[in-house]
């Protein structure tokens, strides 16, 4: 086991140091210098990341795993990691509106897309905003009302202050983008698209009929219950409550210590779910 967990270590740093040395391309969608990153081959898989971060520090030690099955296109939102700025708040629906601006500039007419957090908001979005652009949704450690979340997150929320913000993202932007304003722009538009979070309905998730998995940890933000009740809204929903908390189910970079076994079974839910009908 300890021989393992050294290789799968060794392999972590291997694909760092290749990511690190990943050239990403533009693309300007609705006015906006968009990042992207494209990996393997296969059928389209777009990644989301969520609020806060970049690309890298959601999906960086997955996307290895996700690209020797599929096409994966990891992108980076308004005013996150590499993309530029628009002089508008955030919105999940603009949001929406730029990835699927994306794949129609990449000449991809469906895909499947993978939210996680916020990123989860946004892929639901796609799904109401832009169905004919979707055959398949991820929507990972997300909810779609206020009362998905403890009362202390919101509590947090309206009093968020800057040095709240876990440091390693701010690490991870800065060393993209050595900008502190750009930064702190990052996070007031984050903040202030969470204060004022309006709930979906029941009939906007009912909407989307393409399938959906819904997906959390156990320890996860949005609670157990509540992705229950989400997942039974979709017409072809999917559930799967993995151990973990938020996003290390996959490694999300809050995750010091990546569990190999973890990670090995969050894969092959992922594939079973993409590869069925």
Do not use: C
Request: hydrophobic share 40%.
């Amino acid at each position: 086991m300890k021989i393992i967990k050294l290789l799968f270590l060794i392999t972590i740093i291997t694909m760092n140091v290749s990511q690190a040395q990943t050239t990403g391309k533009y693309a300007t969608v609705n006015g906006l210098k968009m990042y992207y990153e494209i990996h393997g081959t296969g059928s389209p898989l777009v990644l989301i990341h969520g609020g806060g971060s970049t690309l890298q520090t959601t999906f960086g030690r997955i996307i290895p795993y996700l690209a020797k099955t599929h096409q994966v296109i990891a992108v980076e939102l308004q005013a996150h990691g590499h993309s530029g700025d628009r002089d508008a708040p955030e919105t999940f629906q603009q949001d929406a509106d730029d990835v699927a601006a994306l794949l129609k500039y990449l000449n991809i007419s469906k895909a499947a897309i993978f939210g996680f957090s916020n990123g989860g908001q946004t892929a639901m979005e796609i799904g109401m905003r832009h169905p004919n652009s979707v055959n398949k949704l991820i929507v990972a450690s997300a909810f779609y009302t206020k009362a998905g979340a403890p009362a202390g997150f919101w509590e947090g929320m309206a009093h968020a202050k800057f040095s709240d913000m876990p440091q390693v993202y701010k690490d991870k932007f800065l060393k993209i983008n050595n900008n502190p304003a750009a930064l702190m722009n990052m996070f007031t538009k984050d903040s202030q698209r969470m204060q004022t979070f309006k709930d979906w309905k029941a009939e906007d998730l009912q909407k989307i009929k393409v399938p959906v998995l819904v997906l959390i940890g156990d320890r996860d933000l949005p609670t157990p219950e509540h992705a229950v009740e989400m997942y039974r809204l979709f017409e072809n929903g999917r559930l799967a409550i993995l151990p973990g908390s938020h996003g290390s189910y996959m490694g999300e970079i809050m995750t010091s210590n990546p569990n190999l076994e973890t990670l090995q079974y969050f894969v092959a839910v992922l594939n079973e779910f993409l590869a069925g009908k």
